[in-house]
């Protein structure tokens, strides 16, 4: 009989790596909580007319659709199921789909709860997504997204906070990155300015794969989106622009002189960028025109962050979004966001080995089985380091000494206590610092302070 397994670009994760994983979470929660987020969940599934047409053709074909319950067919005439790929058939065989992101079912949350919510209303939600991708490093078909976005502010200092929030997470986890920023007003501009503005989602989906398909690739997929070689050739000096941010911005500009919509973009990075200079970033901040983001809701300011210390994609990213409630019945409302990829991040921290040592640390005391009667005063002892807030097992069998220090050692318990008919009468518990090997005879309050946080 073959062993049981899990679906390609999923992951098990055992109580050590939960740990990390938590602590992740944790710090990102802690940071949003400090801008003022609060909390919010949506479920798995969301209706699968939520979810087509928000992400683009590619996007489509990545949701995991879920069959309907009963006789799914039952919708479908003979006819059509020979005639028709499934593809075409699936609106009618599926209502609901896994969710592809939190953000189309955050800005659905907005239509549907929006008497109930105070603007700007700045939601952070941590759940995980499911996409129908090619497994591969670094890209699972499961993973987590720890979102924040504010809707219903205009405002360009959201943009900055936000900034400001990537910064101080990844200072917290010890992670030097990288944050580069765009503006899809900028790519607009440029689409102009090649002559091909009506071909801005082909040439914004083609530029975001830059990184990971190189130029000649990307030439070619222009070429095929209907891109003349003139105006391809007229790309290539903008993926070249050098220098610091404020000549890189300069350079465009000048390129961009005709293009209302290009110049606003550039104003809006700018503005971003000052007030990011001013507030003295842990890390560094990139204008970036490859950078395109190929998400279509997008219209202003984009984010990535890319580590520096390890070889791996995004793992943050975000942007604005003028009218994406629109879609949903409630046209003007803008927002903007940031997701923190945390399954990419668990992969850096464990790459670099940042996590801090209290992290992974497990039970702190556990008390050794001796018998019946041991075992009933180590309870209540156990009850009492438990109240003092330290992280207490009682060895629920007596076997052997030596398969309970094994046990110890197994789970990293920093100290054993010993308790036999002696400590009982004596009131005392003999104590053992796993790490130094220390062995001493103390009373319960002396474990306490000995131990506790």
């Known amino acids: 009989m073959s062993k049981p397994s899990i679906p390609k670009g999923t992951r098990d994760f055992s109580p050590t790596e939960m740990a990390k994983r938590n602590y992740i979470f944790n710090t990102i929660r802690e940071v949003y909580a400090l801008y003022g987020f609060r909390q919010i969940e949506t479920p798995a599934m969301e209706q699968l007319s939520t979810l087509m047409g928000k992400y683009g053709e590619e996007g489509d074909k990545l949701l995991f659709k879920i069959l309907n319950s009963g006789d799914f067919k039952q919708a479908v005439s003979a006819e059509e199921w020979n005639e028709k790929p499934v593809t075409k058939l699936a609106p ?3 209502e609901k789909g896994l969710r592809y992101d939190l953000t189309v079912p955050f800005a659905r949350y907005v239509v549907q709860h929006r008497e109930e919510l105070q603007m700007p209303f700045k939601r952070y939600q941590i759940q995980p997504v499911w996409r129908a991708d090619r497994p591969q490093k670094g890209r699972y078909r499961e993973f ?3 979102d924040a976005d504010i809707v219903g502010s205009n405002s360009l200092l959201n943009e900055v906070e936000l900034m400001q929030i990537v910064d101080m997470v990844f200072h917290r986890f010890g992670i030097r990155v990288c944050i580069k920023i765009n503006n899809r007003k900028i790519l607009t501009g440029i689409a102009e300015y090649i002559g091909y503005p009506e071909k801005i989602i082909d040439i914004t989906t083609a530029i975001d ?8 690739n990307v030439r070619a997929e222009l070429s095929a989106s209907g891109l003349d070689d003139e105006a391809i050739e007229k790309l290539q000096p903008i993926f070249n622009i050098q220098g610091s941010n404020e000549e890189r911005l300069n350079t465009i500009r000048e390129m961009l002189s005709n293009s209302t919509t290009g110049l606003k973009g550039i104003e809006e990075c700018e503005y971003v960028l000052q007030q990011l200079a001013a507030s003295q970033l842990k890390n560094t901040i990139e204008f970036d025109l490859t950078l395109a983001r190929g998400l279509n809701y997008y219209t202003g300011c984009i984010f990535e962050v890319k580590a520096l210390d390890v070889a791996i994609g995004s793992i943050t990213g975000g942007g604005r979004y003028d009218n994406l409630t629109g879609i949903f019945g409630m046209p003007g ?5 940031i997701s923190f990829g945390a399954d990419r991040i668990f992969d850096v921290l464990n790459q670099l080995d940042l996590y801090p040592r209290e992290t992974t640390s497990g039970v702190q005391l556990l008390f050794i089985n001796f018998g019946a009667n041991e075992a009933a005063h180590c309870l209540q002892l156990a009850q009492k380091a438990r109240e003092a807030s330290i992280r207490t097992e009682v060895y629920p069998d007596s076997v052997k000494m030596k398969k309970q220090m094994s046990y110890a050692n197994a ?4 100290y054993v206590a010993l308790v036999g008919e002696n400590e009982i009468q004596t009131g005392t518990v003999s104590l053992k610092n796993m790490l130094t090997g220390e062995q ?4 319960i309050d002396e474990l306490i302070h000995t131990i506790a946080p």
């Open 92 to 94: 009618r065989l599926c």
């Open 411 to 414: 789970i990293g318990a920093e």
């Open 440 to 443: 001493s005879s103390v009373t």
């Open 144 to 146: 987590y997204q720890c």
């Open 333 to 337: 409302l803008s927002g903007v966001g």
């Open 209 to 216: 794969k830059l990184d990971k398909i190189g130029i000649d």
